[in-house]
């Protein structure tokens, strides 16, 4: 039963990257598992329940990942490195899950769709923190903590949109100059000083 779920998941996973969200039905996901209609709500109980479990699970498994980076590094440029580096490195070798998750939030109820962003906020507070500590001991210029959090985000996350597994740069060779080129921003950059047009 556990490989049918999968199964269903991971044939949803494909069909909302390839389709989206709202133009797969219940019927293409039966048909692409090999099942029934009828045996897709004994594991999930809609088509959104299970754009729900994929979006947490996906979530989930990019906070573990930034966790288990973060215990690597010693020093906060270290641990900012290994945040960037392995934020990019999930969101190109997960790249049908993560662009399902920034493209289809709408999909989601209320209730499921404050959840995942609740987990996502949370996510955010840890670059936040590794900012705010890199700022506050001298690694880091002195920058808006949230508002570059969210530009370091955003640029790493945008892989999962354009990303080609055969394309011309490794999935590391990628990671390399993400992290280089927000680490020089943040060592060297200082969003306090007004530019002119």
């Known amino acids: 039963m556990a490989d049918r779920k999968a199964t269903i998941k991971s044939v949803s996973i ?20 090999g099942i029934q209609k009828a045996s897709i ?56 899950e993560n ?6 939030l709408r999909g989601l109820t209320a209730e499921h769709y404050r959840s995942i962003t609740q987990k996502r906020d949370e996510y955010e507070l840890i670059f936040q923190d590794l900012i705010r500590q890199g700022a506050e001991q001298g690694v880091f210029a002195d920058v808006d903590v949230k508002i570059l959090s ?28 993400y992290e280089n080129f927000i680490i020089s921003g943040l060592k060297q950059g200082n969003l306090n000083t007004p530019a002119s047009c």
């Open 150 to 177: 969210y530009a370091i985000l955003t640029l790493c996350t945008a892989g999962a949109t354009w990303y080609k597994p055969n394309g011309r740069l490794t999935v590391d060779e990628i990671a390399d100059i």
């Open 14 to 33: 494909d069909l909302f990257f390839k389709k989206g969200y709202f133009a797969t039905s219940i019927s293409d996901i039966a048909g692409g598992s």
């Open 41 to 96: 709500y004994y594991h999930y109980a809609s088509k959104e329940d299970l754009l729900f479990h994929i979006l947490k699970s996906t979530m989930d498994d990019l906070t573990t990942t930034l966790k288990q980076c973060l215990a690597k590094g010693t020093g906060t440029e270290q641990r900012m490195r290994a945040a960037v580096r392995g934020h990019v490195r999930f969101h190109l070798e997960r790249q049908k």
């Open 99 to 104: 662009f399902i998750a920034n493209s289809e």
